[in-house]
């Protein structure tokens, strides 16, 4: 069994950032990829982030140059760094994990970013 917990979310000014987090349970948190998705009210589950288990990245054009997604193996701990936060970062952040045909998700954190 996995469980996903994310924190970290907030409110926020335009310009600024939050660091969000991922704390895994579960064994073998180190050789499964990673994801970070966001929920706008109103609007599709989207990709912000993934990470492979070897540390490659990749980000939707959105989010490249002020997101940063990187992953602690030592403590089962993925991470969203954001930066330059616009409003339309705001959604429900959640974090994932594929195993095979199982795909978990995490409970999400809010992040609000006001004009």
């Known amino acids: 069994q996995v469980q996903l917990v994310e924190s970290g979310g907030g409110l926020v000014q335009a310009g600024g950032s939050l660091r969000l987090s991922c704390a895994a349970s579960?064994?073998?948190?180190?050789?499964?990829?990673m994801g970070w998705y966001r929920q706008a009210p109103g609007k599709q589950r989207e990709l912000v982030a993934s990470i492979t288990s070897s540390g490659s990245t990749n980000y939707a054009d959105s989010v490249k140059g002020r997101f940063t997604i990187s992953r602690d193996n030592a403590k089962n701990t993925l991470y969203l760094q954001a930066n330059s936060l616009k409003p339309e970062d705001t959604a429900v952040y959640y974090c994932?994990?594929?195993?095979?045909?199982?795909?978990?998700w995490g409970q999400g954190t809010q992040v609000t970013v006001s004009s």
């Open positions: 579960g064994r073998f948190f180190s050789i499964y990829a």
């Open positions: 994932n994990q594929g195993r095979g045909p199982t795909v978990y």
